[in-house]
C-alpha cells in the first residue's frame, strides 16, 4: 500500500521518538496468545502464567459461560449505546444491585472498565476548588483521573499516614472542620478526596485503610479506595474495607480481574451515584458493557458469594508459593497477597529475564517505568486458582533456573 508523503517529517520525528524508547529498553510490544488461563498451549510449548489478574480461575468457568449464552440470547451482543440513551439494560442493573451488596455499598453504577470508573469518580468528585490526596503507588488510572479533573494533587508517600496527616493538616477546607485549625491553610479546598488502591497492584501490599479511614473522618474529607486487586479475594469477595469492617465513600472495582470479565464499576450512596450519572464523561459518552460481560461478572459474583472458600483458597497458595521461591534461594519480600513482585532494578536486565523465563515456558511480565518507580524494575508474579500444587512447583523450579542457577 503506498501513503501519502504529506506527514513524512512528523513519522520521521515519530520514529526518532520510538527508537529511544527502544533505546531506554522501555519499548513495549504486543504479542498474541492462543489463551488467556493459569496454564495453555501454544505452538506446542505448555505455557504457565503467572501474569493473569483472572485470580479466581472463573473467566472460563462454565457459570460464566453459560450465563455470557443466555444474555447474548436475550439482550444482543453489545448494549448498542450509552447506558443514558438507550443502553440501560436490565443486567446492568441486576449487577450493580449484586456489586453493591457484594462490597456493602448503598448502591453501585458500571462503568466500561475499571479505569474509566477511576477517571470518572476523580472528575466528578474534585474540580479546580478541590484538593485530592493521593498515595505514590497508586494506579495510572486514578493519576490520569486526578489529573484530568484539575483538582489541586498532593502526593503523599507510599502507605505513610503521618505524611498524609500533615498534608491534610497544612491544607483547610473553606469551611471549619470541627477539631481542626485552619490557620496554616495556604489555599483552602471546596473538597478533599483521599485516594487509594487497597491491594497495590505491583507491589502487592496492602493500605492502611482503618488509619486512612480515622483521616478521612477526622479531616472531613471524601475517601476513596480503589479495590482491583481485593475485590473477590477478601472479605467475603467484598474487598479489603469490607474484611475491615470500613465503608469509603466510593469502592472502585474491575470486572476485568477476579471477576473474569470486563469492565469497571463505582460503588457508593445513592447521592454519589447520582453524581457520577450526572458528571462522570467517562460513564457519559462511552458505550455501556456489553450484556456478556454484565452477564459474566454477574455470574462471577454469584460464584463468589456461594463458594465462599475462593479468595482464602488463593490467598493461601500465593503463600505456599512464596515458601516455594524461598525453598529455592529467590528473594521474595513477604508479602500476603496473590501478587508477587520479584524486584530486579534494572530495566533492560528484567526484560532479558522475563524473555529467558518466557522461553522456559513461564510468562512473568518485566514491569519498568512509567509503571513502576525509577530503578524498581521487577518481575510480576500473579498466582490464580488455575495454579495447582505441580504448577507452582514446576514455575519455582523454572524461576530458580533462571534467576539462581
Ligand atoms: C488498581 C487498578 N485500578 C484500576 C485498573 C483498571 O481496571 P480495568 O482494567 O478494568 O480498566 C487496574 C487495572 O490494571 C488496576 O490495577
Known amino acids: 500500500m503506498k501513503y501519502s508523503m504529506k506527514s513524512t517529517n512528523s513519522r520521521h520525528r515519530y520514529e526518532s521518538e520510538l527508537e529511544k524508547i527502544r533505546q531506554a529498553s522501555r519499548w513495549r510490544f504486543l504479542r498474541a496468545w492462543d489463551g488467556a488461563g493459569g496454564v495453555f498451549t501454544q505452538g506446542g510449548t505448555c505455557y504457565l502464567n503467572f501474569s493473569s489478574n483472572d485470580y479466581l480461575n472463573l473467566s472460563g468457568d462454565p457459570a460464566l459461560k453459560a450465563a455470557v449464552v443466555d444474555a447474548v440470547a436475550e439482550q444482543g451482543c453489545g448494549a448498542t449505546a450509552s447506558r443514558l440513551m438507550s443502553g440501560n439494560l436490565t443486567i446492568h442493573e441486576a449487577l450493580e444491585r449484586a456489586l453493591a451488596d457484594l462490597t456493602g455499598q448503598e448502591g453501585a453504577l458500571v462503568f466500561p472498565s475499571g479505569y474509566q470508573a477511576n477517571v470518572g469518580v476523580l472528575t466528578s468528585l474534585a474540580g479546580p476548588d478541590d484538593m485530592i490526596f493521593s498515595d505514590a503507588l497508586n494506579h495510572a488510572s486514578i493519576i490520569d483521573g486526578a489529573r484530568l479533573s484539575k ?79 481485593a475485590i473477590g479475594i477478601w472479605g467475603e469477595g467484598g474487598g479489603l474495607c469490607r474484611h475491615l469492617g470500613i465503608r469509603p465513600d466510593v469502592t472502585i472495582g474491575t470486572l476485568g480481574k477476579a471477576l473474569g470479565s470486563g469492565g469497571g464499576f463505582a460503588a457508593c450512596d445513592g447521592p454519589y451515584r447520582d453524581l457520577l450519572i450526572n458528571r462522570a464523561r467517562s460513564f457519559i459518552y462511552s458505550t455501556g458493557v456489553s450484556p456478556m460481560n454484565a452477564a459474566a461478572a454477574l455470574a462471577a459474583v454469584e460464584a463468589i458469594v456461594s463458594r465462599k472458600s475462593l479468595g482464602p483458597t488463593l490467598l493461601r497458595r500465593a503463600r505456599q508459593f512464596q515458601s516455594m521461591l524461598a525453598d529455592h534461594g529467590i528473594d521474595v519480600a513477604p508479602g ?70
Open 151 to 229: 483538582a489541586s494533587i498532593q502526593v503523599y508517600r507510599h502507605n505513610d499516614v503521618a505524611h498524609l496527616e500533615s498534608l491534610l493538616r497544612s491544607i483547610g477546607l473553606r469551611r471549619a472542620v470541627a477539631g481542626v485549625s485552619p490557620v496554616h491553610s495556604s489555599s483552602p479546598a471546596q473538597h478533599r478526596i483521599i485516594v487509594t488502591d487497597s491491594v497495590f497492584s505491583m507491589d502487592g501490599d496492602l493500605a492502611p485503610l482503618k488509619e486512612l479511614a480515622a483521616l478521612a473522618a477526622r479531616y472531613d474529607a471524601v475517601l476513596v479506595v480503589d479495590e482491583a486487586h
Open 336 to 405: 500476603e497477597t496473590q501478587i508477587i513482585p520479584i524486584a530486579v532494578g534494572d530495566d533492560a536486565q528484567v526484560m532479558t529475564l522475563a524473555k529467558s523465563l518466557l522461553e522456559a515456558g513461564l510468562i512473568a511480565t518485566g514491569i519498568r517505568p512509567p509503571t513502576v518507580p525509577e530503578g524498581t524494575a521487577r518481575l510480576r508474579l500473579s498466582v490464580t486458582l488455575a495454579h495447582d500444587d505441580t504448577t507452582l512447583e514446576k514455575a519455582a523450579g523454572i524461576l530458580a533456573r533462571v534467576l539462581v542457577e
